[in-house]
Every structure is written in structure tokens, then in C-alpha cells.
């Protein structure tokens, strides 16, 4: 007996689940839940280095306040230019406000991570995690096909998780844009 085949494709939102098998198949459209405040970070491996370093974000945020931001890409201009070095300017102030950990996380490799970290000194300051497959942006819903950064992304935001829960999300408004989440816009309540 052939086993069936179960395929989940993330696109805009919604998930397009296809069951196939020979004997049968079956086609589902459901809609996905996003993240908001007060929602419990997921538990997702992603990588910091490499591909042989594994770091679960879940366990990262557990205990501590931790500030992440997404970008939709490495090397790529708004986020090499104004985002990343924002949190890296930032990166002092946020601390002495209780913050533990400031992460980036973009759907890259984590070869790519690693030297975009290294060629803005980040070490220390901001921990650049590599989202390789976009299993962490798919699972809090804030996915963005571009194209010409090689199809799914993730959106640009930014979030506070204090003990595992989200308390502040910052999603800017078109995706890609450079506003509300900035590190500028960051506000932490001591």
C-alpha cells in the first residue's frame, strides 16, 4: 500500500495543503493564523554560523527580554544601510533597558549571515540568525515573495518577547519598507 503524500505550500497567508496518493487525492485552502502580541514565540530551529550550529529561537527568548528583527535579505540595501546598523547603534541603549539578546533573522544561509554580520562588526551586539528555509518566518505568518531576492522572504519587522511572549510587533506596513520597525521605534517599558 503506497503511503500518501502530503504537500503544505505557505503563500500570502494562506496554506494550500494537497494530499495525493493513487488511489485518491484532495486539495484543502485554509487560512493561517498569523502572530500577534501576546502570542508565545514558536519554537524553531534556526542557525548562527553554520549549518552545524542549530539554535532553537524558542529557548533563545525563554527567561529573558530579547528584541528580533527580520529582514527580507542579507547584503541588500535598506537593511545593509539603515536597518542593521540601527540595532548595532542601538544596541548599548536597548541593554540598559533590560534587553538580553537583539537577533536578526533573515532567510539566508547562515554562511551569508555570518560574514553580513562580521563585515558590520555585530559580534556582540546583535546575533545574526540564518532562517534558511523560512520555517520560522512561515511559521509566524510574515512571508514575502520576492522575486527578484529569490522568491519567499521575510517581511521587514520587528518584535519585543519578554519570557517567550510577544509584547510588541512592529510589521511595516508594505513588507519591505523602513518605519515602524526600525530601532528608533522601539519601546520598552521597564
Not at 541603549?93 to 553580513?116: H, Q, T, Y
Not at 562588526?121 to 509566524?140: I, S, T
Request: glycine share 8%; charged share 20%; hydrophobic share 35%.
Amino acid at each position: 500500500m503506497h503511503q500518501p503524500l502530503i504537500r503544505q505550500i505557505f503563500c500570502k497567508g494562506l496554506v494550500f495543503s494537497h494530499t495525493s496518493s493513487i488511489a485518491r487525492r484532495t486539495f484543502s485552502i485554509s487560512k493561517m493564523v498569523g502572530i500577534k502580541q501576546g502570542d508565545q514565540i514558536p519554537s524553531i530551529d534556526l542557525y548562527e554560523d553554520s549549518p552545524a550550529n542549530k539554535v532553537n529561537i524558542g529557548e533563545i527568548c525563554q527567561g529573558k527580554k530579547v528584541v528580533i528583527f527580520a529582514v527580507p535579505g542579507a547584503y541588500t540595501p535598506g537593511c545593509s544601510r539603515t536597518h542593521l546598523p540601527g540595532y548595532l547603534e542601538q544596541s548599548d541603549a536597548l541593554r540598559a533597558k533590560g534587553v538580553s539578546e537583539i537577533i536578526c533573522v533573515s532567510v539566508n544561509d547562515p554562511f551569508v549571515m555570518a560574514a553580513w554580520g562580521r563585515e558590520h562588526n555585530a559580534h556582540g551586539k546583535v546575533r545574526m540568525l540564518a532562517d534558511p528555509q523560512a520555517q520560522f518566518a512561515k511559521e509566524v505568518d510574515l512571508c514575502i515573495d520576492l522575486p527578484p531576492l529569490g522568491g519567499l522572504r521575510s517581511k521587514r519587522y520587528s518584535m519585543i518577547v519578554d519570557d517567550g511572549v510577544i509584547t510588541q510587533l512592529n510589521i511595516e506596513p508594505d513588507g519591505t519598507g523602513l518605519s515602524c520597525s526600525l530601532a528608533g521605534q522601539i519601546k520598552i517599558e521597564k
